[in-house]
C-alpha cells in the first residue's frame, strides 16, 4: 500500500504556471506507474499525465501538451506536475494517483489516490 500526499496548488493568474508535487510513503515509491487527474465542478475526473515507473516513458492528455511536464524522483519518492501557460479552464482539484499494475488515462487503472490540491486559475 502507499499513501500519497499531493502540494503546490493554489492561485494564479492565466499565463503563470505552477508546480505540484506528491509525496508518496509506504511501499517502494518506484513499484508504481504514477498519474496526475484533475476533476472540476460537476464534470468527471480526467487524465492529465502519466509516468512509467522508472520515468522514461511520459504521456500527457492533448490538452496538456508542451504546457504540463511530469516528472519523478525515485530517490525521494515524489512525483511533480510542472504546469506552464495555465488557463482558466484548467480551475479544479489535482489529484495524483499510483497503480501496482499497468495503467495509462482511465482513473479505475490506479489503486491509491491522493486527497487533492486545489488550482485555481483567474482571468
Known amino acids: 500500500q502507499v499513501q500519497l500526499v499531493e502540494s503546490g496548488g493554489g492561485l494564479v493568474q492565466a499565463g503563470g504556471s505552477l508546480r505540484l508535487s506528491c509525496a508518496a510513503s509506504?511501499?517502494?515509491?518506484?513499484?508504481?506507474?504514477m498519474g496526475w487527474f484533475r476533476q472540476a465542478p460537476g464534470k468527471e475526473r480526467e487524465f492529465v499525465a502519466s509516468i512509467s515507473k522508472s520515468g522514461g516513458v511520459k504521456s500527457y492528455a492533448d490538452s496538456v501538451k508542451g504546457r504540463f511536464t511530469i516528472s519523478r524522483d525515485n530517490a525521494k519518492n515524489t512525483l511533480y506536475l510542472q504546469m506552464n501557460s495555465l488557463k482558466p479552464e484548467e480551475t479544479a482539484v489535482y489529484y495524483c494517483?499510483?497503480?501496482?499494475?499497468?495503467?495509462?488515462?482511465?482513473?479505475?487503472?490506479?489503486?491509491?489516490w491522493g486527497q487533492g490540491t486545489q488550482v485555481t486559475v483567474s482571468s
Open positions: 509506504g511501499r517502494t515509491f518506484s513499484s508504481y506507474v
Open positions: 494517483a499510483a497503480s501496482s499494475g499497468s495503467a495509462y488515462n482511465r482513473p479505475s487503472q490506479y489503486n491509491y
